[in-house]
């Protein structure tokens, strides 16, 4: 594990593949000493081995059918999958304006767009979708995905990037309770294998940029 402390009030934590229970441990101690003040902001930064989640408003039908175990989460939105090759980022910070998730969740969105155009990629917001989205060739694809769980002015849970995973996985479930779109990945849009290093520094630096704007 890496540490690195960011010329700003965020800490970073590059933490490499970590399973999903003991990530999910780490962000809530972190939340907790942030709320008691013996902990800085934290960014989290990692990838998890294969694991399904679902947010709190995922329905039945909407999990797998074959068995597959899924994790149910405190977060917001429905069911996704994680695995390798996906660069998950839990942002642990204490909001200036406490209540404000839709707004918390818009800065992340267009940190997300801001880091796919550096790589040639024309993402955006899609209506009331949360996520990030390529919406190009008559196809809207999701690039990243994002469940946001507020507490005491405090979040928890982060953002997902498809950087190079095996996409197949999302095959298997009705991926964040969207059944018309797809999912997609900076490699598949790119036609080449983009890896997680590639990508890490620039999605740091616009995650940062957007946790400075709404942390305290």
């Known amino acids: 594990m890496s540490l690195t402390v960011a010329p700003t009030k965020i800490l970073t934590k590059n933490l490499g593949l970590v399973e999903y229970a ?17 902990e800085s902001n934290t960014l989290l930064l990692l990838e998890h081995p294969s ?5 709190r408003r995922t329905e039945d039908h909407e999990k797998p059918m074959d068995g597959t175990p899924v994790v149910d989460v405190d977060r917001g939105g429905k ?9 998950v980022g839990y942002p642990i910070v204490k909001l200036k304006k406490s209540n404000d998730v839709v707004g918390f969740v818009r800065e992340i969105e267009m940190a997300l767009i801001e880091a796919c155009r550096e790589f040639g990629i024309e993402a955006e917001r899609y209506c009331d979708r949360t996520g990030v989205w390529i919406r ?11 469940g946001i769980r507020v507490a005491k002015g405090v979040t928890m849970h982060g953002f997902a990037l498809n950087v190079n995973p095996d996409l197949s996985y999302f ?4 991926p964040c309770g969207i059944s018309d779109a797809e999912v997609t990945s900076l490699s598949k849009e790119l036609g080449r294998d983009v890896k997680i290093s590639e990508v890490i520094e620039t999605v740091t630096r616009h995650i940062h940029e957007a946790l400075e704007r709404v942390s305290i």
């Open 171 to 174: 095959d298997r479930i009705v």
């Open 22 to 38: 003991e990530a999910l441990e780490t962000q809530r101690a972190i939340h907790a000493g942030i709320v008691d003040g013996s």
């Open 79 to 87: 069911i996704t999958w994680h695995g390798e090759g996906q660069l």
């Open 51 to 55: 694991v399904y989640t679902a947010g």
């Open 136 to 146: 190009q060739n008559g196809r809207d694809r999701k690039i990243a995905a994002i």
